[in-house]
């Protein structure tokens, strides 16, 4: 197959063909599609003395014009202002945990073909960068074989993504789960109604629902961040630009039809909630917030179950449960995908004088402090908390 690299001239000029490839990619997630690229730009960019960032828009095409892919780099100088700055190249997704998946825009068919091309393509360029890193990579797939056998390439972090695969009904969902599931489904639903409560789901879906519903989630995301006596969740919203991001992502996408935030209610008041993204045939299940006040009554696991019955009534073929192994996810029996992040030392003379003398600093107890900061910053991508789309 006959590819060409180019850098593209803007998010908005690609758009229209990028919306087109993202319909034939396997892993179908908000954090591929142009309009959150563009506003992860937006918010999360940075340019001052410390940091300095450049966007890197790849597309990659066949020799007829065809988009094969979408590679959105970012590539940072730290300090921006000195020649002795790290210069990294990362996948727009570099946040506090905001951006869970982290991945190239390709249909599976061409990503072996493309993740070379292209990187044969970056290593041209390799003047430019001090450390590549490609994103996460399906660790079985032949991209992580063909990578693998590249000289320098280091895998590094790993990450699991959870999917279920829906049958035609719930009845039959619900058969095929292992008994511990079964058992806390039907406590969850008796719970409520030996204290007289009934549980309400509520969908919304258009954009002054999702407007509404999006305040009383970031409430209840507070809340259970707040809450410390269970796993803790970070609220990586609390503040800007992760505030600002989601709101402007949720404005723009619900505007599209894309977006789904699913609430529980009981006496009267919204007591779990969850972020959903429609994406074809997929529901992608983000962030959640629920009332500690009502945990007694299991309302995330109701909640995610209406979620469920729901999808499998619209006649979607599959739910995305998130990245992060916790028992919220595994509990359901969903398939594992597993991802790997592959990160390539520059070959150039700088790139290698740089990474000797990280190799003899390691032996020395004070540099080796030094070099791990260093490092942290030249791959700033704030681990994302234990199970955080839960």
């Given at each position: 197959m006959g590819l060409i690299v180019r850098e593209a001239m803007s998010f908005r000029n690609l758009a229209p063909e990028w919306e087109v490839l993202m319909q034939r990619c396997a892993l179908r997630t908000p954090f591929t599609h142009p309009t959150w690229c563009e506003l992860w730009w937006q918010h999360f960019a940075e340019h001052h003395l410390l940091v300095g960032d450049e966007l890197r828009l790849l597309e990659v095409r066949d020799r007829g014009g065809v988009l094969k892919a979408v590679a959105?780099?970012?590539?940072?100088?730290?300090?921006?202002?000195?020649?002795?700055?790290?210069?990294?190249?990362?996948?727009?997704?570099?946040?506090?945990?905001?951006?869970?998946?982290?991945?190239?825009?390709?249909?599976?068919?061409?990503?072996?073909?493309?993740?070379?091309v292209l990187l044969d393509y970056l290593l041209e360029r390799r003047k430019e960068w001090d450390m590549l890193s490609l994103g996460d990579i399906r660790a079985d797939s032949d991209s992580a074989r063909i990578l693998g056998e590249r000289q320098g390439l280091k895998w590094t972090s790993e990450l699991s993504d959870f999917?279920?695969?829906?049958?035609?009904?719930?009845?039959?969902?619900?058969?095929?789960?292992?008994?511990?599931?079964?058992?806390?489904?039907?406590?969850?639903?008796?719970?409520?109604?030996?204290?007289?409560?009934?549980?309400?789901?509520?969908?919304?879906?258009?954009?002054?629902?999702?407007?509404?519903?999006?305040?009383?989630?970031?409430?209840?995301?507070?809340?259970?961040?707040?809450?410390?006596?269970?796993?803790?969740?970070?609220?990586?919203?609390?503040?800007?630009?992760?505030?600002?991001?989601?709101?402007?992502m949720m404005d723009q996408l619900g505007a599209r039809g894309l977006v789904r935030i699913f609430e529980l209610e009981l006496k009267g008041q919204v007591v779990a909630s969850r972020i959903g993204f429609v994406l074809g045939n997929t529901l992608y299940l983000y962030f959640s917030g629920y009332d500690p006040a009502f945990r007694q009554y299991s309302v995330m696991t109701t909640t995610v179950a209406e979620i469920l019955k729901w999808s499998i009534a619209q006649g979607l073929e599959s739910v995305n449960?998130?990245?992060?192994?916790?028992?919220?996810?595994?509990?359901?029996?969903?398939?594992?995908?597993?991802?790997?992040?592959?990160?390539?030392?520059?070959?150039?003379?700088?790139?290698?004088?740089?990474?000797?003398?990280?190799?003899?600093?390691?032996?020395?107890?004070?540099a080796a402090s030094l070099l791990s900061f260093a490092r942290r910053q030249s791959h700033r991508a704030p681990a994302k908390p234990q199970g955080a789309g839960a």
């Open positions: 959105p780099f970012v590539a940072t100088t730290r300090p921006s202002l000195s020649w002795l700055g790290i210069r990294s190249w990362r996948l727009i997704g570099a946040d506090p945990a905001v951006t869970e998946l982290s991945t190239l825009v390709c249909a599976p068919e061409d990503e072996p073909f493309v993740v070379s999917v279920l695969t829906l049958p035609g009904d719930w009845e039959t969902f619900k058969s095929s789960l292992k008994r511990n599931i079964k058992e806390s489904l039907r406590k969850c639903y008796n719970a409520p109604k030996r204290d007289g409560l009934t549980p309400e789901f509520r969908v919304h879906a258009t954009p002054s629902e999702i407007t509404a519903a999006l305040e009383r989630w970031l409430k209840l995301h507070a809340m259970r961040a707040d809450f410390t006596d269970t796993v803790v969740h970070r609220n990586v919203f609390a503040v800007d630009p992760p505030r600002a991001f989601l709101r402007a449960l998130s990245p992060g192994n916790d028992v919220s996810k595994t509990r359901w029996s969903p398939t594992e995908i597993k991802y790997q992040k592959a990160v390539l030392p520059s070959p150039s003379l700088r790139g290698l004088v740089f990474h000797r003398i990280a190799h003899v600093a390691t032996t020395m107890p004070v």
